[in-house]
């Protein structure tokens, strides 16, 4: 990701600015296709790049119908959504005020399938529940005791910049944790817990 791409924007005293974009590698390829035709359909750019649907979408949206200020592309017609029958060609009226423009991507989450986000959801669920347990068990080691309320508070203080933990899973953590014996509860308070060293 991170390619360059030239282009000529608008005049400026007769003389056309240049422009350098950055852009990723499927919108440089998508960019390139411009090099010997003056419009491209959808369906054209699918069949010659062949790269998922998704992801030729995800690449278009940004330079065809994304901010005005980054708009390299026209597309025909001029809707939101983006279409195998739709045509597009170089923004003749581009300009910008920068040398160097960079597109901004479409956020992954518009292309992502349900099944994918439920994946990555696990996948970030999981990434948690270690930190989660880490954080208990740093602050148990330094503490050495500590009631489930006092525990609980200090975890989604610590880690609150970064996510909001619930108590439920704070909880499930620090039974985690019990099990596998990191820690224990007090044998005259069960809302004591006491570090195992």
């Given at each position: 990701?991170?390619?360059?791409?030239?282009?000529?924007?608008?005049?400026?005293?007769?003389?056309?600015?240049?422009?350098?974009?950055?852009?990723?590698?499927?919108?440089?390829?998508?960019?390139?296709?411009?090099?010997?035709?003056?419009?491209?359909?959808?369906?054209?750019?699918?069949?010659?790049?062949?790269?998922?649907?998704r992801?030729?979408?995800?690449?278009?949206?940004?330079?065809?119908?994304?901010k005005?200020?980054?708009?390299?592309?026209?597309?025909?017609?001029?809707?939101?959504e983006?279409?195998?029958?739709?045509?597009?060609?170089?923004?003749?009226?581009?300009?910008?005020?920068?040398?160097?423009?960079?597109?901004?991507?479409?956020?992954?989450?518009?292309?992502?399938a349900?099944?994918?986000?439920?994946?990555t959801?696990?996948?970030?669920?999981?990434?948690?529940?270690?930190?989660?347990?880490?954080?208990?068990?740093?602050?148990?080691?330094?503490?050495?005791?500590?009631?489930?309320?006092?525990?609980?508070?200090?975890?989604?203080?610590?880690?609150?910049?970064?996510?909001?933990?619930?108590?439920?899973?704070?909880?499930?953590?620090?039974?985690?944790?019990?099990?596998?014996?990191?820690?224990?509860?007090?044998?005259?308070?069960?809302?004591?817990?006491?570090?195992?060293?």
């Amino acid at each position: 990701d991170g390619a360059a791409v030239g282009t000529r924007g608008g005049s400026e005293g007769g003389k056309a600015k240049k422009h350098i974009l950055c852009v990723n590698t499927y919108q440089m390829v998508l960019l390139l296709m411009f090099n010997t035709r003056e419009k491209v359909t959808y369906e054209e750019m699918r069949v010659e790049i062949l790269i998922p649907d998704r992801e030729l979408t995800r690449s278009l949206q940004p330079l065809s119908v994304g901010k005005s200020s980054q708009r390299i592309l026209v597309k025909t017609p001029k809707t939101k959504e983006i279409e195998a029958s739709h045509t597009f060609a170089v923004n003749e009226a581009f300009t910008s005020a920068f040398h160097r423009v960079k597109i901004q991507q479409a956020s992954a989450r518009l292309g992502e399938a349900e099944p994918e986000r439920n994946e990555t959801r696990k996948k970030v669920d999981e990434d948690r529940k270690h930190e989660i347990e880490a954080c208990i068990v740093r602050i148990m080691k330094s503490r050495k005791q500590l009631n489930h309320n006092q525990l609980v508070t200090e975890v989604v203080e610590q880690l609150n910049k970064r996510f909001q933990p619930s108590p439920l899973v704070i909880k499930k953590r620090i039974e985690g944790l019990i099990e596998r014996e990191y820690m224990k509860r007090s044998d005259h308070d069960r809302k004591l817990y006491v570090y195992l060293a």
